[in-house]
């Protein structure tokens, strides 16, 4: 039994906010007598450090399991016999610069695989071991071989065909880092060959049990989601919805035509439901929707056997499940009643689905793992995550709601020190990443570290946190640190008007967009913290999209409507208000700094950048930057040296409890990541990239073109022709537009770097009107003249400008066009002197019949943020604009229509 998008069936079940969990050291030790009532302090090597053992998986047969666990202070795999006690286990990986994090066994149970970063770079490799491999040479294990063996480059695991053990479906951006080609691997011999070349910037590939592909997701460039058909010769659009929506195909059906689907499209509509949808014929029926009304729909798990739909679970103030299956609903049940109050996961199952490791979970059980024979009605304990760890000194979560600014209720979590009094606390809000996630109930390493602490803990599931509908969800578009962040600020109101929260003693902490959220709680709601600890966090919402990884480039649409597109002028200026790094002058807060250098997401430039701003400023902040991590913490040497700076840095300000005492290694580690903040450097501004710039797949040469046609007004055909002349000049392209209509001339010319044809300047007459205009880093800077009066023309571009003025759709029959092909251009208003962005699509091939001959082209659309539609023909052989139409509202209700007669290239 598998759970869609999984590798094996789990229910689900709580989150942490870190990985993998807690050896147990000597040395406890406390700066402040136990508060009466509170438990004993608990070591944080206990809730941070290495578990004994995790994550086990059986081999296909049920003969072998493997396992996490700590090989020379770093989590690797083992592996051992179903039936021998884990101490006769042995170690097949030997990493010992950063701990593997996920595996999994083959189909046939012949190898186990795994992925792996540097640094946490992101830039994930997969390797293959052989389970009953001898060790290497010298060696304790067996060689791992690097089946991808690529840098700077992120490897997807797409499918694992059911009926092709040997073969794993792979994406790779070796060849385009923003866009991944499909691969098979052939696991035996490393064999690697395309099935696709990703021309069409699709961002998610699906593919059927049998390891066929099937459908492709795109995000087109205003944010819509489109599901379409793959087939032999070409992609057919079968599905969309609007930005605004969601669809995601999770596995086919049984009858291999359907596809199980979870989507929220339509008016009217506003929670996930799961449908089957035929991408044959177009129709969808409905499968489930929440029962209770209340949540999106959370999951959906599959039997391996026969490929039925077993349980389906949502993710409520406590996970529900429905079970399908009535075998599965009977097994749940029994160990129900064996586990009580726990939250039950079917994490790894044999070939036959008899035999289970079983995963019990709650607010205060990190993890019991049992072996459960279905047959035999037999649960067997195997481990329990940091078994020295006392859960009776661990505090309960709760669910609660409280009113935000606007009236609209926010749900959240609660969790209150154990054994003390709910009054007049020390409180740390703990907003989560993302923001598009959600904070579920269950147990989380850093709520009970800080609850034994003594702290009260607030985890808000803030508007645009996902699972509560679409309108909760787009409630937080654009509302980064303004009405998302009242949804942080009005819990805190509301457990202060309980008595709960002391106002005085109010802390913040968040990782990513928690981060954020700190930083930005600091920064405008100055009085309302004492302290804040921010890690991994944006400083400012402009740099923080200028860097995103390449491969994020269907994201970044994404982030353009629900943050804003910097090239909007009115979303930069909102986005530039929003920016803690700008208001950094207002932060009175002690503040601690936390970053991994090697951050591919949130880049170190982020934290760099407030840590200078508050430094220069006189204003003392504390920085710990890791050079060896990325988004977030791995090692536990990097965690535990981070908790034992942060709970002193809050002891300090929110008086609540902290262990003195660290092992040598750990203090070492304190010492060698804490920075000097008088060292750290304003960081350079990256160039912006945001939308990242189109690059043409060619250059352009020397030659002529001239068309004729009409511009029609109501009541009026007006003819007109075009002469374009493409010439070198200085090191650039020049290329001058002659425009001859009835009653005047238009003469512009533009110059464009070579190769990359991005616009370097813009000269336009037309009767009394000039405008000559340069543009160089991002910014515009020219004048406008009128009549003979000047005015200067001055912008911030947000980018590099392409397939603008003069010689436009020449540019645009240099892009990679293809079928799907789709890209965003950067423009400029010379009448407004504002940027502007263009959406462009290739819609499909045409026959062309124009005065000059007869093409086959390619039909490209394109949509400005005014509404003008264009539609350009570009000959698919030589890559000329040979036909052009213009209409659109801006243009007063008159139509263009160009097509080519002469051709001098």
């Not at 353009?560 to 909007?568: W, Y």
Request: with cysteine; net charge positive; glycine share 8%.
């Amino acid at each position: 039994m598998r759970k869609a998008g999984r590798t094996a069936f789990r229910a689900v079940s709580p989150v942490s906010l870190g990985y993998l969990l807690c050896l147990l050291l000597a040395g406890v030790g406390m700066s402040l007598p136990v508060r009466a009532g509170l438990p004993p302090l608990i070591d944080r090597q206990l809730i941070f450090g290495n578990p004994d053992l995790a994550g086990a998986q059986l081999s296909p047969d049920g003969k072998y399991m493997a396992f996490l666990k700590p090989y020379r202070e770093t989590l690797n795999i083992w592996v051992k016999r179903t039936d021998e006690p884990f101490t006769q286990a042995r170690p097949l990986t030997d990493s010992t610069t950063r701990p593997l994090r996920n595996f999994f066994w083959t189909r046939d149970g012949r190898f186990i695989l795994y992925v792996q970063d540097q640094g946490g770079d992101e830039n994930f490799n997969l390797y293959a071991v052989d389970p009953a491999a001898a060790p290497a040479a010298g060696r304790d294990v067996p060689p791992a071989r690097d089946l991808t063996g690529l840098k700077g480059v992120r490897v997807q695991i797409y499918a694992v065909p059911r009926d092709a053990p040997d073969v794993v479906c792979l994406g790779i951006n070796d060849r385009d880092p923003a866009w991944h080609d499909v691969y098979q691997l052939k696991l035996s011999t490393g064999e690697r060959t395309r099935l696709r070349e990703n021309r069409e910037q699709i961002s998610g590939w699906f593919f059927d049990e049998a390891g066929q592909l099937r459908l492709s997701i795109r995000v087109a460039p205003n944010g819509d989601t489109e599901v379409l058909r793959v087939d032999a010769d070409r992609l057919v659009k079968v599905y969309g919805c609007s930005v605004f929506e969601s669809a995601s195909p999770i596995r086919m059906h049984a009858d291999g035509q359907r596809v199980y689907m979870v989507t929220n499209r339509g008016n009217g509509v506003d929670l996930t439901r799961l449908v089957l949808f035929d991408p044959r014929t177009g129709r969808e029926e409905l499968v489930e929707s929440d029962p209770l009304g209340r949540v999106d729909f959370g999951s959906a798990s599959f039997s391996e056997v026969t490929n039925n739909l077993v349980a389906t679970s949502y993710v409520d103030e406590r996970v529900r499940t429905y079970w399908r299956d009535k075998g599965y609903a009977r097994d749940h049940q029994w160990l129900q009643k064996r586990l009580p109050g726990k939250d039950i996961a079917f994490a790894s199952g044999t070939r036959d689905e008899q035999l289970w490791v079983v995963v019990a979970t709650s607010d205060t059980e990190p993890g019991e793992t049992y072996l459960f024979d279905r047959r035999a009605r037999r649960l067997t304990l195997q481990y329990r995550l940091y078994d020295k760890l006392d859960r009776q000194h661990l505090a309960p979560m709760k669910a609660i709601r409280y009113p935000s600014s606007d009236g609209l209720e926010i749900p959240a979590y609660l969790t209150l020190p154990k054994g003390v009094p709910a009054r007049d606390l020390p409180l740390v809000v703990l907003p989560h990443g993302g923001p598009w996630a959600r904070d579920v109930w269950g147990y989380q390493r850093q709520v009970q570290f800080l609850a034994n602490r003594g702290y009260a803990v607030l985890q808000p599931n803030f508007r645009g946190s996902t699972g509560y509908g679409k309108k909760f969800l787009n409630a937080g578009n654009g509302q980064w640190g303004d009405l998302m962040q009242d949804d942080l600020t009005w819990g805190v109101k509301y457990l202060v008007a309980q008595g709960i929260a002391d106002p005085k003693r109010i802390g913040i902490m968040g990782g990513s967009y928690g981060g954020y959220a700190t930083l930005a709680g600091v920064a405008f709601t100055p009085k309302l913290y004492a302290a804040a600890v921010a890690i991994v966090a944006p400083s400012n919402l402009i740099t923080l999209l200028e860097t995103i990884p390449p491969y994020w480039e269907a994201a970044r649409r994404l982030f353009h409507t629900r943050m804003g597109d910097p090239g909007r002028p009115e979303d930069r200026a909102r986005m530039e208000r929003q920016s803690p790094l700008n208001a950094a002058e207002r932060i009175e807060t002690p503040l601690m700094i936390v970053q991994g250098a090697n951050d591919p997401r949130v880049k170190k430039s982020e934290a760099d950048q407030i840590v200078v701003a508050l430094r220069d400023r006189g204003f003392p902040v504390e920085y710990l930057c890791a050079p060896d991590e990325g988004h977030g913490f791995a090692r536990p040497v990097n965690n535990l040296a981070l908790y034992a700076a942060t709970e002193r840095f809050l002891a300090t300000y929110l008086k609540g409890r902290f262990q003195e005492t660290m092992p040598e290694e750990v203090a070492a580690r304190l010492k060698d990541i804490t920075v000097d903040v008088k060292t750290v450097t304003r960081p350079a501004r990256v160039g912006v990239t945001s939308p990242a710039l189109t690059r043409p797949e060619r250059d352009l040469q020397a030659g002529v073109l001239r068309y004729r046609g009409t511009i029609e007004v109501p009541g009026q055909s007006i003819p007109a022709t075009v002469e374009t002349m493409v010439t070198e000049a200085d090191g650039l392209w020049e290329i001058r537009e002659e425009t001859r209509l009835p009653m005047g001339t238009v003469v512009e010319t533009t110059k464009l770097e070579k190769s990359s044809l991005v616009v370097r300047a813009r000269q336009v007459s037309q009767g009394p009107l000039t405008v000559d205009v340069a543009f160089r880093a991002g910014k515009a800077d020219g004048s406008v003249q009128l009549n003979g009066t000047p005015r200067p023309l001055a912008a911030d571009l947000g980018g590099e400008l392409l397939a603008d003025g003069a010689g436009r759709y020449l540019v645009i029959g240099r892009l990679p066009l293809a079928v799907g092909y789709t890209a965003t251009l950067r423009n400029f208003n010379v009448q407004n002197g504002r940027p502007t962005l263009v959406q462009l699509r290739v819609v499909g091939m045409e026959e062309a019949q124009v005065a000059s001959g007869t093409f086959n082209t390619y039909r490209v659309e394109l949509t400005d943020e005014g509404g003008t539609q264009t539609v350009v023909w570009v000959d698919a052989a030589n890559r000329l604009p040979v036909r052009l139409s213009v209409k659109g509202a801006s243009l007063g209700g008159a139509a263009i229509a160009l097509e080519l007669v002469e051709s001098r290239f």
